[in-house]
């Protein structure tokens, strides 16, 4: 059984930039598909992006330009980076696998990141 | 890409069946047969109930089913359960090649 552990600051300032760390464990990052999604507080879901096993990658277009997903298949992990944040970016962030890039099959716990000064 | 549209909030007695709605566009829920349902509990990460529209993953009660009609998406819990109360959430692939979830429902077992 897969698992996933995110990692990262919980607290970023206003304007810096959000690096967050998926670890995977039980299973290898070079097959299936790999996404960021978060969850402000009390509130819904929104996909962030993925990457595929062959490399390619897409964000919802809302994020495109501030956010990167990476794989570091050496460290079997990937990765997220969200340049110029601000409040309304302030949210629960799971990382995530996929047998295919429409189904979520694995979720790790989630990890609170505060966009605060 | 906006969010597909669901009800806020069911509710059901244990025993009775809810159906939740998941409403889209030709671009996301009506052209693609890759609708998925989430069950999330409080303070849990979110379990995946359905994909492909209607299919259940090793491990998932057969109380639960999935089905679409056009636009919008349905899960139906039968028989429902005191554990069954969480928020359920829908996705879709859309013809942008992202991914979109629903607002999400609150489930209440009375």
């Known amino acids: 059984q897969v698992q996933l552990q995110e990692s990262g600051p919980g607290l970023v300032k206003p304007s810096e930039t959000l690096s967050l760390t998926c670890t995977v464990s039980?299973?290898?990052?070079?097959?299936?598909?790999w996404s960021w999604i978060r969850q402000p507080p009390g509130k819904g879901l929104e996909w962030i992006g993925y990457?595929?096993?062959?490399?390619?990658?897409n964000y919802i277009p809302s994020l495109k330009g501030r956010a990167t997903i990476s794989v570091d298949t050496s460290k079997n992990q990937f990765s997220l980076r969200m340049t110029s944040v601000t409040a309304a970016d302030t949210a629960l962030y799971y990382c995530a696998r996929g047998t295919k890039m429409a189904i979520i099959n694995d979720w790790g716990q989630g990890t609170l990141v505060t966009v605060s000064s | 890409q906006s969010a597909l549209t669901q009800p806020a909030s069911v509710s059901g007695s244990p025993g009775q069946s809810i159906t939740i709605s998941c409403t889209g566009t030709s671009s996301d829920v009506g052209g693609y047969n890759y609708v998925s349902w989430y069950q999330q509990h409080p303070g849990k990460a979110p379990k995946l109930m359905i994909y492909?529209?209607?299919n259940r993953p090793s491990g998932v009660s057969s109380r639960f089913s999935g089905s679409k009609s056009g636009n919008t998406a349905s899960l139906t819990i039968s028989g429902l359960q005191a554990e069954d109360e969480a928020d359920y959430y829908c996705s879709s692939y859309t013809s942008s090649s992202i991914l979109v979830f629903g607002g999400g429902t609150k489930l209440t077992v009375l």
């Open positions: 990457i595929h096993s062959s490399g390619s990658t």
């Open positions: 039980g299973g290898s990052i070079s097959t299936y598909s």
């Open positions: 492909d529209v209607g």
